[in-house]
């Protein structure tokens, strides 16, 4: 499945680890994003959509957790 944010686009990105002798190996950052059900905040039908979420768009209520 891909660790992609339903709401803002949110994806994996690329960075470096740095070792004390700045060598430099590529790794990848994963964005925090967790299945549930919701809806969306300004949407006028209410919708229920069951998708990946990251955290930081439950934590600035731009979606709705369904239970």
Known sequence: ?????FVCGKAPRTANLVSKANNKTGRWVYPNV???R?????????RVHTSKVCTKCL???KVKKVL
């Open 1 to 5: 499945m891909s660790r992609i944010c």
């Open 59 to 61: 934590k600035a209520e």
């Open 34 to 36: 967790q299945k549930m």
């Open 38 to 46: 919701f809806t969306i905040t300004g949407d006028c039908k209410n």
